[in-house]
T-cell receptor
Framework: SQTIHQWPATLVQPVGSPLSLECTVE??????LYWYRQAAGRGLQLLFY??????ISSEVPQNLSASRPQDRQFILSSKKLLLSDSGFYLC???????????FGQGTRLTVV | AQTVTQSQPEMSVQEAETVTLSCTYD???????LFWYKQPPSRQMILVIR??????QNATENRFSVNFQKAAKSFSLKISDSQLGDAAMYFC??????????FGDGTTLTVKP
């Protein structure tokens, strides 16, 4: 069966520090991968999605970037965090673009 | 750009009763996919039900069903025989054929015993 791992679960980082959140999927090949951010009490905002290795689509211009160095690995990064980067980040995968997404447990990021 | 609107920030239902959560969306595309997700306090996103826009028949999953009105761009979720475990935040989501997803802001459902 397929599983998705996202870590860390919580993270407190100072302003100006770098960020690296990792997500890996097991049990499937060539998944579509997604990074979302969820502000408190709000819906999910799609940040990046990838349909293959090295293929990244950015939905919202911002202080973040994403990379897909391996088929089932998706990384969300920042060189210098801003206070506004605080939020709940969710990684997800889907088998096809028209199927449901399966979500990781999420990372609560607090920038102080 | 697609937008998804959930006009009910909060809803409540008595246990064993039926509740309907509304969702409308705006798109110029003719084919797409619609989803309802549930997010309990653990914040794990869980798929509730899925609908392909080309299918006229409304999707059903046990106690959960949708009323999909393509012309009206409406996609409501009906929960029958509500249970305490149904209490959560519910999100309506739109996905284009290209894979881009748009979520509504959610409806918090409270189930009263």
């Amino acid at each position: 069966s397929q599983t998705i791992h996202q870590w860390p679960a919580t993270l407190v980082q100072p302003v100006g520090s770098p960020l690296s959140l990792e997500c890996t999927v097991e049990g499937t090949s060539n998944p579509n991968l997604y990074w979302y951010r969820q502000a408190a009490g709000r819906g999910l905002q799609l940040l990046f999605y990838s349909v293959g290795i090295g293929q990244i689509s950015s939905e919202v211009p911002q202080n973040l970037s994403a990379s897909r160095p391996q088929d089932r690995q998706f990384i969300l990064s920042s060189k210098k965090l801003l206070l506004s980067d605080s939020g709940f980040y969710l990684c997800a995968w889907s088998l096809k673009l028209n199927t449901e997404a399966f979500f990781g447990q999420g990372t609560r990021l607090t920038v102080v | 750009a697609q937008t998804v609107t959930q006009s009910q920030p909060e809803m409540s239902v008595q246990e064993a009763e039926t509740v309907t959560l509304s969702c409308t969306y705006d798109t110029s595309e003719s084919d797409y996919y619609l989803f309802w997700y549930k997010q309990p306090p653990s914040r794990q996103m869980i798929l509730v039900i899925r609908q392909e826009a080309y299918k006229q028949q409304n999707a059903t999953e046990n106690r959960f069903s949708v009323n999909f009105q393509k012309a009206a761009k409406s996609f409501s979720l009906k929960i029958s025989d509500s249970q305490l475990g149904d209490a959560a935040m519910y999100f309506c989501a739109y996905r284009s054929l290209a894979g881009k997803s748009t979520f509504g802001d959610g409806t918090t459902l409270t189930v009263k015993p």
